[in-house]
Each structure stands twice: as structure tokens, then as C-alpha cells.
């Protein structure tokens, strides 16, 4: 069994743990007109990393969510932080991932 | 080339030692140019180039494979074939699968040994029922063959389901399609490549692509490892690796990568001869020719490039098939496996042009990618030869994300995925 690390109660279990998304996702401005393509963008598309990758995770135990960095072809985890403040996670509480990607925040490998 | 397989031959190489075989296709050098280069040679590509060559008479095609042939997902499913979907886009595209199938083992010359033992996915409560109802009716709408089973039907045709009054799912009844079975999967693979390549197609393995040529913003070949070819049209055909080879070209794709693991047990006496799924234990089960149980269930909810699968869902899996069949409770596992599935939003695959002109999509088959190899070649050489959709593959051009015109079959198999 593999242990992941939750930024608030440390290695656990990876039963407790939800996939929720890629981390980084930038919702189109609705406060100007938002096309089909960039909709599906949005919504749809996926980098799905062969690699280094940074992922919106959920610890189901503590409730929390939080950015993981793994490797997706070796399954190592290489570090997880509160997505609060988190490069490429969100300001607010929604879990959306609003904010900009850092400069090593787009997940290359 | 070498002749035709027959009775007659493999009578003729009994009693002359075996020593008159030749190997089934070539190994031919990487040429730098072709008119159609087909990336990934699993059974859609293979299949692909066999389709070219036999449909269109297109025969300057190359298939490159960075592994050997077969070796992907390819080697790695469970072998199902089946077409019980919901919609008339899906059954209209796994139906032309499923008829391929029935006559490929003669078409190729090579026995893919396709049994046609028929498959029934179980319902365990009313609700499920009613749906179940509703499947059947879809898909005798479609034109695909289907019934619905009550408890009794279920006993007569596997009696070592799990009938007792203890069952954590008490079994109603199943949705039953008589045409559906199994294949021997690597058959499939090496019947594609032996008559694609005696139509003069030419099969490289060992030759990763790197990445693409692009000129004037149009796709005209790949980087490999084996250096540049230059192609008319490129065609990708490589599964849970579709978003890795997207992301070379300069576009994504909406697609995840998991792991989908199956399991096979020791060899037993027959004890099952169709295909049993049951939703509410997520698992499915058929008994192979050699007398293994062949198991499956869920995805791995990690996306993943690694080729294991984690120990979490092998113990649901494990766990619901023993719930299912107590009698195999004791039985040993002979080998564990996973395999790369790109799974896409509505668990509908992607055929088509892609955003990069002269390179074309063949991907998002998900977890049910071998049943559809014969159309996914049929469909995706058509595509290849014109530059323009089959009416068939028309509904699952990757433009449907953004036109909301989903064709959602998330629970059409009855498996999440």
C-alpha cells in the first residue's frame, strides 16, 4: 500500500485520499464574452502528464484539499502543500485553481 | 511470402519436423518517406494499415512501434468482445466491431479464435433492473441482439454464482447479448501485422517517435529514433500514450491516463462458459480456453503511466469476485497485470483529424479499446485514405468537446470508466 502525504496530518493511507483534477486549470473571465473552444478547453482538455505532474487532491479523512506533485510513471509522490497559496492552486476556498501557474508551475517533466 | 495457413499445411510441417515455417511478417528497414505513417502498432494501428492496404489500396504505409508489436494494451486486456452499448452512434460503431470479428479469423488466415459464448452483465435490485429493461430495449432499437434475463435464466447458464440468501448482492436477473465472447488477443495483433504486412505494408518495431515535422503549419512526417520519415498524412494510434505524443504536436487533449488491471488465475476445469459482469461488485470474469479465470474490474482512480495498478483496487476487485463466485475463493492467482487506458469525459473514443492538419486521431478507447479494433482500423483507414470522417466515425470527431454533442456512455458497460 502506498502512503501519501496530506500537508496536514502527514503520511496516511491512499485510501483516503480523492483524485480531484489537475492542478493549474484556469477558469475562462466570465466578466467578458467566453467561447465554445475556450469552454472546452477549460472543461475538457487535459495535459495528463507522462511524468512530473501537479495534481488537486483531496485527504477524504481531514476534508482538506491540496496540490500533490507526483510522477505519473513511477508513482513517486515528490511533495504536496496546502492549496491555499499553492503556485497554479486557488486563493479561494472553492478549490477551483484560479490563480496563475508559477514559473516551474506547469508541470514539466 | 509464405503461403496460407490450412489443416493441410500444418499436417505437411508436422511430418516434415516444423522446419518449412517462415516468420509471419518482416523486418524491414525505416525508409524515410511513405505516403501514410501510422504511429503505434497495437491492433488499431495494426489493424489500420491492414484496412488501408485491403479498402483503399494504399500500401506505401509504415507502422512505427517504439516497443514490439502487440505489446500495449494490445497484450494487456481481457479479451472481451461485445457491443451491448446504449446509444445508436456506439452500436452502430462496436456492432461493425463485433461483426469484423465474426468472420476475421478467416479473412486474416490466422485464428483469432474468437468464441461467440455471450456475455450477461447482472442486476442486483429493482432499480437496476428497470435500467437493465431500458438497455435491452436500446439496443434491440439499435439492431443489436439483446435479452433480459430473470434469476432462474442467470442459474442454468453460470449455477457457481453466488444464489445464496446471504449474498451482499442478491442476483434479479441480467441484460444478456448471445452474440458478444471472447478473442485470444495477440492473435488479433499478429493475424493484423501478418496480412497487412503480406499486402506490402511495412512494420517497424523498436522505433519511438520524438516528435513531429511540421511545415507551413501542417504535419508532414515524424522525428523518430530511428531518424526523420516524411509522410502525406500521419495517423496516431497509441492509447494511454495519446495525450504524451499530443503534447509533441502542440495541442491537448481531453483525455486521462489509468491504469486498468486484470488478473488471471491457474488453470481449472471449465466452470464458465460466457462472459459474467456484474456492476455492483464492479468486476467482470470469463474462463479462457486454457481454463484460467480472466478477471477485471474498476480503473485505478490514480492517473498513471506506470504498467502495475495498485493494491487498493486489486482488493476490491478480488474481493467482488469472490462475493460473486464464493467457490473461487481458494484459488491461486497466476499472474497480475495493468494496462494504460486514455479514458476521455463520455468514455467514447476520439477518431478524426486532430488540431494539427496531416495528423489524425485514433484514441480514448478507455478500458474497452480490443473489442473495437476491427472498426477502429475499418474507420480510422477510411479516415486516412479520403482526409474526411466515415459516416460512422463522424459522431466522434474531437470537435464534439466543444459543441456539447457528447455521446456519454459512462454506464453503458455497466464498469465505471
Known amino acids: 500500500m502506498q502512503v501519501y502525504t496530506c500537508p496536514f496530518c502527514g503520511l496516511r493511507d491512499e485510501r483516503e485520499f480523492f483524485f480531484a483534477g489537475e492542478a493549474g486549470a484556469a477558469r475562462p473571465d466570465t466578466t467578458g464574452p467566453v467561447s465554445d473552444a475556450e469552454w472546452a478547453e477549460y472543461v475538457h482538455m487535459r495535459r495528463n502528464m507522462l511524468g512530473r505532474a501537479r495534481e488537486v487532491w483531496m485527504h477524504l479523512t481531514c476534508g482538506e484539499l491540496f496540490v500533490m506533485e507526483r510522477d505519473t510513471l513511477s508513482a513517486r509522490v515528490l511533495g504536496s502543500v496546502a492549496l491555499r497559496g499553492a503556485p497554479g492552486g486557488g486563493e479561494g476556498a472553492d478549490g477551483a485553481g484560479s490563480a496563475d501557474d508559477g514559473p516551474d508551475g506547469e508541470g514539466t517533466p | ?417
Open chain 2, 1 to 417: 511470402m509464405g503461403s496460407s495457413y490450412s489443416a493441410l499445411r500444418l499436417l505437411r510441417e508436422g511430418l516434415r519436423g516444423q522446419r518449412g515455417w517462415r516468420p509471419a511478417w518482416r523486418s524491414p528497414k525505416l525508409r524515410r518517406a511513405y505516403d501514410i505513417v501510422i504511429v503505434g502498432a497495437g491492433g488499431h494501428g495494426l489493424a489500420t494499415a491492414y484496412y488501408l492496404a485491403r479498402n483503399h489500396g494504399i500500401t506505401n504505409v509504415a507502422v512505427l512501434e517504439k516497443g514490439w508489436l502487440g505489446g500495449g494494451n494490445t497484450g494487456r486486456n481481457t479479451t472481451v468482445i461485445r457491443s451491448n452499448y446504449y446509444y445508436p452512434e456506439s452500436c452502430a460503431l462496436y456492432d461493425l466491431s463485433l461483426r469484423l470479428y465474426e468472420g476475421l479469423s478467416r479473412e486474416l488466415n490466422y485464428n483469432v479464435m474468437f468464441s461467440r459464448r455471450g456475455m450477461m452483465i447482472l442486476h442486483h435490485s429493482e432499480h437496476e433492473r428497470e435500467i437493465a429493461a431500458r438497455t435491452v430495449n436500446a439496443m434491440r432499437l439499435n439492431g443489436v441482439d439483446a435479452e433480459l434475463l430473470g434469476r432462474d435464466e442467470v442459474r442454468a447458464r453460470a449455477p457457481l454464482l453466488n444464489f445464496g440468501e446471504d449474498a451482499r448482492h442478491p442476483i434479479l436477473g441480467a441484460v444478456w447479448q448471445g452474440r458478444a465472447g471472447t478473442g485470444r488477443h495477440d492473435a488479433v495483433a499478429w493475424g493484423y501485422a501478418r496480412a497487412a504486412d503480406r499486402l506490402g505494408v511495412e512494420i517497424v518495431q523498436n522505433c519511438e517517435v520524438t516528435g513531429f515535422i511540421v511545415e507551413g503549419g501542417t504535419c508532414k512526417g515524424v522525428e523518430t529514433s530511428l531518424g526523420p520519415v516524411r509522410a502525406g498524412r500521419v495517423g496516431m494510434a497509441v492509447a494511454g500514450h495519446s495525450s504524451h505524443l499530443a503534447a509533441m504536436a502542440g495541442f491537448r487533449l481531453p483525455l486521462t491516463s489509468y491504469a486498468l488491471q486484470a488478473f488471471v488465475s491457474e488453470p481449472l476445469k471449465p466452470m464458465l462458459d460466457c462472459v459474467v459482469a456484474s456492476p455492483a461488485h464492479g468486476v467482470y470474469i470469463s474462463q479462457s480456453d486454457k481454463g484460467g479465470l480472466v478477471m477485471g474490474g474498476a480503473l485505478d482512480r490514480v492517473p498513471a503511466y506506470g504498467q502495475r495498478g495498485n493494491l487498493p483496487v486489486q482488493e476490491d476487485v478480488l474481493g467482488g469476485l469472490v462475493d460473486c463466485f464464493p467457490a473461487i475463493a481458494r484459488v491461486g492467482l497466476l499472474r497480475q497485470w495493468a494496462g494504460i487506458v486514455d479514458v476521455s469525459p463520455d468514455s467514447s473514443p476520439i477518431l478524426g483529424p486532430s488540431p494539427l492538419p496531416g495528423l489524425y486521431l485514433n484514441c480514448g478507447w478507455g478500458t474497452g479499446g480490443f473489442k473495437a479494433i476491427p472498426a477502429g482500423g475499418v474507420l480510422f483507414a477510411h479516415i486516412l485514405a479520403q482526409g474526411a470522417h466515415h459516416p460512422i466515425s463522424a459522431p466522434f470527431d474531437l470537435t464534439r468537446f466543444e459543441r456539447g454533442r457528447l455521446i456519454d456512455e459512462g454506464a453503458a458497460s455497466g464498469i465505471a470508466h
